[in-house]
T-cell receptor, first 115, second 112 residues
Framework: AQSVTQPDIHITVSEGASLELRCNYSYGATPYLFWYVQSPGQGLQLLLK??????LVQGIKGFEAEFKRSQSSFNLRKPSVHWSDAAEYFCAVDAGGTSYGKLTFGQGTILTVHP | SQTIHQWPATLVQPVGSPLSLECTVEGTSNPNLYWYRQAAGRGLQLLFY??????ISSEVPQNLSASRPQDRQFILSSKKLLLSDSGFYLC???????????FGPGTRLTVL
């Protein structure tokens, strides 16, 4: 069955430090890939997406992600974290095929930012 | 610009009571609509999606149902709530299949 794995349930970083959130998926074809962010009690906001083309994509709030087909990964990065980045981050995949148009989400990574 | 609304924002219901959650989208026509549930400490699970009025696809067999009576209105219902129905329910829309999905603010449902 298709799956999306975010190995880190909780990550803590200091403000100003760099950040990398991991996402791995288990599909054969090239999927559509997304990163969303959720503040407590709120809906999800799209950070960035990858459909095709350049494997390094830029998003809002200074985030970027790189699609690596060989590793089935789509890791999210930010060079310098701000306190306002504290939230929960979700990786999501539209695998196509029988899952065409349907998103499968990872379990989420909670980011805590220390001053 | 497009906006998506959900209500109520929070709801506390006893076991066995009925449920109706509403989602509406403004600023677009014939969107794809989705219902997700987010249980505590877990990711999002797709419950239903719709590509047009009256067309509903169910992803997870359960005691919930969905309806789309109007182009931009999506309703999640239950005749009798279970404790396991507690969670955060999110509605989303997209312009088309495989397009980016945009999420509403969510409804927090607690079943006691």
């Amino acid at each position: 069955a298709q799956s999306v794995t975010q190995p880190d349930i909780h990550i803590t970083v200091s403000e100003g430090a760099s950040l990398e959130l991991r996402c791995n998926y288990s599909y054969g074809a090239t999927p559509y890939l997304f990163w969303y962010v959720q503040s407590p009690g709120q809906g999800l906001q799209l950070l960035l997406k990858y459909f095709s083309g350049d494997t390094l994509v830029q998003g809002i709030k200074g985030f970027e992600a790189e699609f690596k087909r060989s590793q089935s990964s789509f890791n999210l990065r930010k060079p310098s974290v701000h306190w306002s980045d504290a939230a929960e981050y979700f990786c999501a995949v539209d695998a196509g095929g029988t899952s065409y148009g349907k998103l499968t989400f990872g379990q989420g990574t909670i980011l805590t930012v220390h001053p | 610009s497009q906006t998506i609304h959900q209500w109520p924002a929070t709801l506390v219901q006893p076991v066995g009571s009925p449920l109706s959650l509403e989602c509406t989208v403004e600023g677009t026509s014939n969107p794809n609509l989705y219902w997700y549930r987010q249980a505590a400490g877990r990711g999002l699970q797709l419950l239903f999606y719709s590509v047009g009025i009256g067309q509903i696809s169910s992803e997870v067999p359960q005691n919930l149902s969905a309806s789309r009576p109007q182009d931009r209105q999506f309703i999640l219902s239950s005749k009798k709530l279970l404790l396991s129905d507690s969670g955060f329910y999110l509605c989303a829309w997209s312009l088309g299949t495989r397009d980016t999905q945009y999420f509403g603010p969510g409804t927090r449902l607690t079943v006691l």
